[in-house]
């Protein structure tokens, strides 16, 4: 249950640490700049600027800017330049030319091009060699190009991954909004489970999910709310449709809410009348999985061996062919955040990461469903963050 106390923030004064995390990590790489990309693009387009400047990119895209010592620079498009000084945590907002479009005029704006803003900051744009590049596979080709031919000398390295790695535990202010994030998940699932009946369309049952967790706090979602029916259900990537639920529907919900810039994610099967044995069966299964990867989730340990001990159960079921893709992954600033523990991956279990443990069974002959749930990781082993019912038969 959400309390009624003061919902839950991240400090401003947390902000700074990671800047200087950040700064550490470029001295690793040997780094003479750092540029952070981030746009409004669903699950995994905001999270840089979130992280270092909790400002909640839209329309526009952003790039920190960050630089070996001092503090850095937001760099945006010319509609979000007052936006990022209400909403952010950096106080040095600019107007990059690299982000306008060459048909749009905004005669009141003070708009510079990369080597000038580098200049502005006392910084010779002819001796930055190195510069390390988040979010590169969200870059549009033009902008690419541009950041190119602004610094021709420089080689460019891609630090994607060990931005993500820097956000992999959480501080006690992460872990408590994210915390509320599952509360507002709760929420959500419950709505579902008072509009799901037959005759009801998942569209219908999707706006009551959506509605409850925006009364709860949400600020959106991390991926679209999916409420899926009968033979919608079967498919990774369901979509919710104008289809109505009809007796004896498998109803397979995913909801992931976005509380301050954090996710949540619990996915669950609701069982209308009967939908037979072999869904049934499957259910069972995966709620087994889940469990037991529940009993091995501690610190110290591989990721991949928590997710092997959900496949394990599924493959002694015969089911295996339908558990799809890889089912241990990080919760925070992205719903399905790096890193992501799956059969080839070595990473390492530690203290208190946030890791949802998702045992899915999808393109099967009866349907698709998943099993779904958020642990906070402690020095004992694993605490669930939430208290959905497995089995909920309507």
Known sequence: MLSSATKPTIPVSEYPERWRRVQALMADHDLDLL??????????????ARWLANFPVHFEPVCILMPGEGDPVMLVGPESDQYAL????????????????????????????????????????????RVGLGGWGLIGAGLW??????????AWVDVENALCNLRAQKSPAE????????????????????????????????????????KAGAEGTGIDTIVASGPNARPILA?????PIAGDDLVLLTIAPRYEGYHAAIGRAVLVGDPG??????????????????????????GRQVEAAGRQVVGAAGLGQY??????????????EPPIFGPSSPAIIQENMVISVDIPMFNAPWGGLRVEDGYLVTAAGAERLHDTPYLVQK
Request: a negative charge; aromatic letters at 8%.
């Open 35 to 48: 540029l952070a990309y981030a746009d409004d693009r669903a699950t995994f387009g905001p999270a840089h």
């Open 86 to 129: 209400l909403a952010g945590r950096i106080d040095d907002v600019r107007v990059l030319r690299e982000f306008t479009h060459p048909d749009e005029d905004y005669p009141y704006a003070t708009i510079q091009p990369l080597t000038a803003i580098l200049a502005d900051l006392g910084i010779d744009p002819a001796a930055i060699q």
């Open 145 to 154: 190009q541009a950041l190119q031919a602004a610094l021709p000398q420089a």
């Open 175 to 214: 872990i408590e909004v994210i915390r509320y994030a599952y509360g507002i998940a709760e929420a959500g699932f419950q709505a579902a489970v008072d509009a799901i009946r037959a005759g009801v369309s998942e569209r219908a049952v999707a706006a009551a999910i959506e509605a409850a967790m925006r």
């Open 239 to 243: 979509r919710s449709t104008f289809r």
């Open 277 to 302: 044995a072999e869904t049934r069966r499957a259910l069972d299964v995966a709620i087994t999985a889940q469990q037991t990867c529940y009993g091995v989730l501690r610190p110290g340990v591989e």
């Open 323 to 336: 558990f799809l893709y890889s089912g241990v992954h990080s919760v925070g600033v992205i719903e399905f």
